[in-house]
């Protein structure tokens, strides 16, 4: 076992250190140089049968002119952040009714909504109108305007996700209430992929030229339809285990949807378990259909359709559908940490443990 250097002899010395910041490495070297990553983070389950009624409750005590966004965010029982659903990452449930407005705002988290619920309502980036029905995956990237309406019928849920912990770790949030005057700026393509894409890939709207307007709007570069997930998911080739998955991926660059955020949906086959792996990066899952359930680290989570759930770092991870068909979102990581050269990914050839 790795111990640490006894800081005895050196007790006058370190303490001269102290009085001018500054602090040896010697008497610490093998505990911040760690064999492994050392989170022993457990995955965590928001039930939707739990958060159901605390999204209606929302709905009806909290008013938007005191809200401005009617989130319940997702924060970890381990997080040191109160808004850190993972280290780098966080989710929530936003709700909107017919006829309200979320006034448009910019700031420079990256966020993104995966629509759970409802139909007919409209997010607006940067002037370009995006449709938001059950399964669209919608972009509003660093920096951009963006608003919220419901002209439509029915309660309205989506997942929020952003880089919010990142952010708050790197103190570079700046934040701006759209008002006449202020400039609009138009986010560059993301960087292309630092890893391969494992599976088939899907562009936005705007790349394709055989979608149809959604109503009024335009194919947006923003956003991604349900309809078009679930074909180019459904046409993919399988893995020797049974599931497909679905990288979204920038209009250009073929990257990542947005720099600190990547977006995944994977097919699972009833009964069949995918092999095991892990990776060190963390994701939180949506579950956009079935059930079923994952087992991660020493956790076993039992899901069904609009549960959440984290994939926490270099734990391994297996999923099984035990309904027809099931279909599991992921927002992750995943290139943030490739870009830097940290990612490591394992799939479990069975000697593991």
């Known amino acids: 076992m790795d111990k640490a250097v006894s800081p005895a002899p050196y007790a006058d ?24 990553p050392r989170t022993q983070v457990a995955a965590h389950l928001w039930s939707w049968a739990t958060m159901e009624p605390l999204v209606q409750r929302a709905v009806d005590e909290v008013a938007m002119a005191d809200a401005e966004r009617r989130v319940l965010l997702f ?40 629509v759970m619920e409802g139909r007919g309502a409209v997010t607006t980036v940067n002037a370009e109108q995006c449709a938001m029905n059950e399964g669209d995956l919608v972009l509003t990237p660093s920096w951009t305007w963006h608003e919220h309406t419901h002209p439509g019928e029915g309660r309205m849920v989506w997942f929020d996700g952003l880089d919010l912990p990142l952010s708050h770790h790197l103190d570079t949030m700046f934040f701006e209430m759209n008002a006449p005057g202020l400039v609009t700026h ?6 292309p992929p630092a890893v391969p894409s494992d599976g088939a890939t899907l562009r936005p709207d705007s790349c394709d030229g055989t979608v149809p307007p ?42 990542p949807v947005l720099p600190t955020l990547d977006c995944y949906l994977m097919g699972l086959e009833k009964g069949k378990t995918t092999r095991k792996s892990r990776s060190t990066s963390s994701a939180i899952c949506v579950v956009a259909e079935g059930e079923g359930t994952s ?13 959440v759930f984290t994939v926490p770092l270099w734990q391994w991870v297996e999923h ?34």
Request: glycine residues 6%; hydrophobic residues 35%; charged residues 20%.
């Open 295 to 307: 087992v991660i680290g020493e956790s076993s989570i039992a899901w069904r359709r609009n549960d």
């Open 214 to 255: 959604t109503g009024p709007f335009k194919p947006s570069r923003f956003r991604y339809s349900a309809e078009r997930a679930a074909a180019a998911l459904a046409a993919s080739a399988p893995r020797d285990d049974g599931s497909r998955m679905l990288r979204y991926i920038d209009a250009t660059s073929g990257g």
């Open 320 to 353: 099984t559908a035990t309904s027809g068909s099931a279909k599991l979102f992921f927002m992750s990581d995943r290139e943030l940490v490739a870009c830097m050269g940290y990612l490591r990914e394992e799939t479990d050839t069975g000697n593991q443990k």
């Open 186 to 191: 138009t986010p560059p393509a993301t960087r």
């Open 13 to 36: 010395f370190i303490a001269t250190l102290d009085t001018v910041q500054s602090q040896p490495l010697w008497d610490r070297y093998h505990r911040i140089t760690t064999r492994q």
């Open 75 to 114: 924060t970890h029982p381990e997080a040191s952040q109160s808004v850190a659903t993972m280290r780098n990452i966080s989710g929530g449930l936003q709700t909107l009714l017919p006829g309200e407005v979320a006034h448009a705002h910019r700031h420079t988290l990256a966020a993104l909504r995966f």
